[in-house]
């Protein structure tokens, strides 16, 4: 069965400091990764999915299939990333979320 | 273009009663979904519609029922609220399955007493 571990429920660091995500998966065929974010008052949206290989509003995620993780990764964290981030894993048509992380940026 | 709406945005139900929750989408996607998004599990996958005219049971189904009413329209539909089904609902729809992404709408909040 496929599964996605999120170990960080709160992540709290300062402004302009790096900021790491952590996401480790389970799956037995080829994943389909993604970050998805939901700030303040807003809808859940895709930041970014493993595929493209872009990097969106400074955040990057690599899929090390080895040790089965997509971590987001940015090196300087802004206050309006203060958001709760999930990772998901995409199976067919059904999209298996992370219990999600929280993050603070404090000025 | 609206993108996912939701109808109601919050609702409070007694234990035993029903109700349905509303979502279209005016993004002439295929697929539709219904999750729930509880404290400390993140979303989790109730039913899903792979297109029109089809549907199919996801993480937790029961409980509920859905009706793909056209392309643009699924309902979730609560049967007999219980306490454990107290939680933020969210619809998506895409344009197809897989690697494609999700757009969400902005959640139903339910409490059942």
């Known amino acids: 069965a496929q599964r996605v571990t999120q170990p960080e429920k709160l992540l709290s660091v300062f402004k302009g400091a790096p900021v790491e995500l952590k996401c480790n998966y389970s799956y037995s065929g080829s994943p389909e990764l993604f970050w998805y974010v939901q700030y303040s008052r807003q809808r859940l949206q895709l930041l970014l999915r493993?595929?493209s290989r872009e990097s969106i509003k400074g955040f990057t995620a690599d899929l090390n299939k080895g040790e089965t993780s997509f971590h987001l990764k940015k090196p300087f964290a802004q206050e309006e990333d203060s958001a709760m981030y999930y990772c998901?894993?995409?199976?067919?048509?059904?999209?298996?979320f992370g219990a999600g992380t929280t993050v603070t940026v404090r000025a | 273009n609206a993108g996912v709406t939701q109808t109601p945005k919050f609702q409070v139900l007694k234990t035993g009663q029903s109700m349905t929750l509303q979502c279209a989408q005016d993004m002439n996607h295929n697929s539709m979904y219904w999750y729930r998004q509880d404290p400390g599990m993140g979303l989790r996958l109730i039913y899903y519609s792979a297109s029109e005219g089809t549907t199919d049971k996801g993480e937790v189904p029961n409980g509920y029922n859905v009706s793909r009413l056209n392309k643009r329209e699924f309902s979730l539909r609560l049967e007999s609220a219980a306490p454990s089904q107290t939680s933020v609902y969210f619809c998506a729809s895409s344009v197809a399955g897989g690697p494609n992404e999700q757009f969400f709408g902005p959640g139903t909040r339910l409490t059942v007493l």
């Open positions: 998901a894993l995409s199976n067919d048509y059904k999209l298996s």
């Open positions: 493993h595929i």
